[in-house]
């Protein structure tokens, strides 16, 4: 399959003051026009799901309706992500032009930022960078006036429907689909949810041009991503990589030299073994990844990595559908029964036959995702598990 | 407490009074009095012309909505997979000891309430805490005691 080397590129957080330049350029060229290049530069979302950007600004823009929404999920709350943090406290504006190329693109009036509450830190200066912008939109004559939102605590309000609920008032308990955002989104209205990242990369789209673009990566894995690199780890922080190239040279980058697994894409993603490390693809043809990397040495117990990750998905469980509110709490009390050899090692083998129903019978990709981490860790690491 | 309804009444002013104002109503309860109490939810129900189960409902569900008398400062402390591998144990520690209580405990003066969270978003500088909205990274457990210490004096 295909592969790259590992590159480091520039990209994202080039200064962000010519952005407005791009936005007058892009404000000029017809809807249809920005939609097709996004489409060809094969972007997909890099929030982790990985939809077609290009084909769901079309979707919106082909919704009926005359009030329309932009937002921008900036709920970054995947265990190991840290990479919209630093976008927002960098090169917000970059993110501002994105949303704004995205109006222009489907209609809409009015955009939000959705800020998780554990970077309200960030509110002060991001609130006058978009008072800032807005007066640049008048300017521009574009209608569209983007304001800050908040989040107050919870991992699955990062899931759009949950999101959008949350923005509305209620419980973040995600919906069920279809309808999908872009037809029925925030108060019924055709809405588009993206990423902070996936805005920046819009943006550097419209600046660069898709044909560009497509020079980075892979078929599957256009363009380039933001990692979020952390754990036992000679560099740790946020690093700009074309997509595609293998997990081995990932580890050789930025591994200690004793790696013994590496976590791609969060608790909600995959552990991947030591033996593994040459034939994973970090991209959507192997692992893909919102961009949290952890890098586990061979000192680290993978059950403390698995009961970490089974609390955690416990807690943020929304609770809304049982396969995922009563799957994770057997789940962790089930490796913990045979940790303490209250039950046998083939115990595991039901459980992962659990964590296998819940792939299936959750309701939103909280449920579903659990059982990546559970059955990778279990398959790869059974001894550390049982012993 | 005619306090109270004023308070919520004037959050409704500047919020709305639609379904959509409701989070931002509670995030501002949040910032000024740290938790939303019964009161504070009948009132914003009133307001809003919600039950009260509704209002709960909601705001029982966000974990940085406290809806349970909680200190002036409230440290949330990150205890996922990478703060974990770097230390929070200590850190933990360091500061029960200094608060003297445990974690999930409020102290009798109402100044600090100590919880646990998950992640923050600060893996590569962990262990990390959140003090209300303020953020420390790359703690050890003397610099978390110097931090505890400079909010005692607040």
Request: charged fraction near 30%; include cysteine; proline fraction near 3%.
């Amino acid at each position: 399959m295909e592969t790259t080397k590992l590159r480091r590129v520039d990209f994202v957080f080039r200064p962000d003051n010519t952005c407005i330049d791009v936005l007058r350029k892009t404000l000029q060229r017809d809807a249809d026009d920005i939609i097709i290049e996004l489409i060809d530069s094969g972007l997909k979302g890099r929030g982790g799901a990985g939809f077609l950007t290009g084909l769901k600004w079309k979707l919106a823009k082909e919704a009926e309706g005359d009030i329309k929404y932009v937002i921008c999920n900036a709920d970054e709350g995947e265990p190991g992500t840290f990479k919209d943090r630093e976008i927002l406290d960098r090169v917000p504006r970059r993110v501002l032009t994105g949303m704004a190329i995205c109006a222009h693109t489907i209609g809409a009036k009015e955009g939000f930022i959705y800020l998780r509450a554990e970077y309200k830190f960030l509110a002060p200066r991001l609130k006058a960078v978009i008072a800032e912008m807005n007066e640049e939109f008048k300017k521009l004559g574009l209608d569209f006036c983007i304001s800050l939102r908040y989040g107050s605590g919870a991992y699955v309000c990062g899931e759009e429907t949950a999101l959008i609920d949350s923005m509305e008032g209620r419980r973040g308990e995600p919906r069920n689909k279809p309808p999908f955002p872009v037809t029925e989104g925030y108060l019924n209205k055709p809405t588009v949810v993206n990423n902070v990242e996936t805005f920046v990369n819009c943006c550097i789209i419209a600046n660069i041009g898709g044909e560009e673009y497509k020079k980075f990566g892979t078929d599957n894995s256009r363009g380039f991503k933001l990692f979020s690199v952390s754990g036992d780890c000679a560099k740790e922080g946020v690093f700009e990589l074309e997509l595609g190239m293998t997990l081995a040279d990932f580890v050789e980058e930025f591994g200690d030299g004793d790696t013994k697994a590496v976590q791609v894409g969060g608790a909600s993603g995959f552990c991947v073994p030591r033996k593994k490390f040459k034939e994973t693809i970090i991209g959507f043809e192997g692992i893909p990844t919102g961009g949290s990397m952890k890098i586990f040495n061979s000192s680290r117990s993978m059950y403390n990595v698995l009961h970490n990750y089974l609390e955690f998905f416990e807690e943020e469980s929304c609770g809304q559908c049982t396969p995922c509110r009563v799957g994770c709490q057997q789940l962790l009390k089930g490796i913990e029964a045979v940790k303490r050899r209250e039950k046998p090692a083939g115990y595991l083998d039901e459980l992962v036959k659990l964590a296998k129903v819940m792939k299936v019978a959750s309701k939103c990709g909280l449920g579903q995702s659990v059982g990546n981490a559970f059955v990778s860790i279990v398959e790869n690491f059974r001894e550390e598990i049982v012993y | 407490m005619a306090n109270t309804e004023m308070f919520i009444r004037e959050l409704a002013d500047k919020y709305g009074r639609k379904r959509e104002s409701l989070m931002p109503i509670l995030q501002e309860v949040i910032d000024i009095r740290r938790y939303v109490d019964d009161e504070v939810m009948v009132n914003i129900a009133k307001e809003l012309d919600l039950s009260a189960a509704e209002v709960y409902g909601t705001a029982s569900f966000y974990s940085f909505i406290e809806t349970e008398e909680v200190g002036q400062y409230v440290i949330r402390i990150c205890k996922t997979i990478v703060c974990d591998m770097k230390g929070k144990d200590a850190i933990i520690e360091a500061i029960e000891n200094t608060l003297k209580i445990k974690l999930g405990q409020t102290t009798p003066d109402k100044k600090f309430t100590f919880k646990t969270t998950n992640c923050l978003g600060w893996c590569h500088k962990g262990p990390a805490m959140l003090i209300n909205d303020e953020v420390y990274t790359e703690l050890t457990p003397g610099k978390a005691i110097e931090i505890i210490e400079s909010y005692m004096h607040k």
